[in-house]
């Protein structure tokens, strides 16, 4: 059995020098009720491609990881009864095991990066968790370790922001604005924490790349690009909501990796979807963002 199996137009992509984008596959087993998952991972593979690029969506598919999945194989992954969410920690298991699952950002970014995928989109990172200064996600070490560009909305608002903004600051992980000089709040345009960088094209941020490679820093590029104003939800609205599904998911005892499933399931009902809009919303952009930037670096002679 291979180590990873590229579908064929990814193999060739790679072959051929062409930009190609790392999509995750966390969003269609667990981020998105149906049938938006599926719109969803559709929508992002085909603004990927019209944006010049190619899209890899990444999932462990009966212990095999796979780079780029074709659309019977997408199906099969929405379909399963039982999927896994699979994080850095998980992946050993679930090869040895032969199970299926959707990768999160952690396990994106490595099978990506082992892959020679040097750019990847997502939703919003995970992070410190409210109230758990404990609990932080292995998106943040994954940010500190693996060298390729990550596109986000930020982290999920659900989070504690300003304490994940320090880690990833501890950690040494460049967080730019794309466009903007605060932190994106996932659904909402901004949190109001201030970044100290800030690109405003996909060529700004393929020369910083270019030169964390050349200073030999092993660091992701977090580029973050807030959600679209007129589908954003107003960060003090999602306070709001935010806090009182926090106060409620601790009366309930619920926490780990079923927390923030919940969070984000209790945020869409409290808005009457307004936040699975958002969701769609930012996750188009941020393909869209990420397709220009890995052309960006596709272009560049030096990267």
């Known amino acids: 059995m291979p180590d990873i199996l590229l579908a064929p137009d990814v193999a060739q992509a790679l072959r051929d020098g062409h930009p190609v984008v790392a999509l995750e596959s966390a969003l269609i087993t667990h ?19 019209q944006e010049g690029a190619v899209p890899a969506t990444i999932a462990v598919l009966e212990g ?20 896994v969410k699979i994080s850095l920690r998980d992946l050993p298991a679930v090869v040895a095991r032969r199970a299926t699952g959707g990768t999160t950002v952690a396990a994106t970014m490595h099978l990506a990066h082992r892959a020679g995928l040097r750019v990847f989109a997502t939703g919003g990172i995970g992070g410190v968790h409210r109230g758990h200064p404990e609990d932080i996600s292995a998106d943040l070490p994954a940010l500190a370790s693996i060298p390729i560009v990550v596109v986000c909305a930020g982290a999920k608002a659900i989070l504690d922001l300003p304490r994940t903004l320090e880690m990833l600051e501890t950690l040494g992980v460049p967080v730019v604005g794309y466009g903007t000089d605060t932190f994106p709040a996932f659904t909402s345009p901004t949190s109001g924490l201030l970044l100290s960088l800030r690109a405003d094209s996909p060529e700004e941020v393929a020369a910083m790349a270019r030169a964390r490679d050349d200073l030999g820093l092993r660091t992701a590029i977090l580029v973050t690009v807030p959600v679209p104003e007129e589908d954003g939800i107003p960060w003090e609205e999602a306070q709001s909501e935010i806090e009182t599904i926090v106060a409620q998911a601790e009366r309930e005892g619920i926490h780990g990796p079923a927390l923030t499933p919940y969070l984000l399931a209790r945020l869409a009902q409290q808005t009457d979807g307004r936040s699975l809009r958002a969701n ?24």
């Open 31 to 49: 981020g998105l009720p149906r049938p938006l998952n599926m719109d969803v991972a559709r929508e992002m593979e085909e603004m990927v491609r």
């Open 64 to 83: 095999q990881p796979c780079i780029g999945l074709e659309p019977e194989q997408m199906e099969r992954l929405a379909a399963e009864p039982s999927p």
């Open 280 to 303: 769609r919303a930012l996750l188009l952009q941020n393909a869209r963002v990420a397709a220009r930037i890995t052309r960006a670096v596709s272009n560049s002679t030096q990267f």
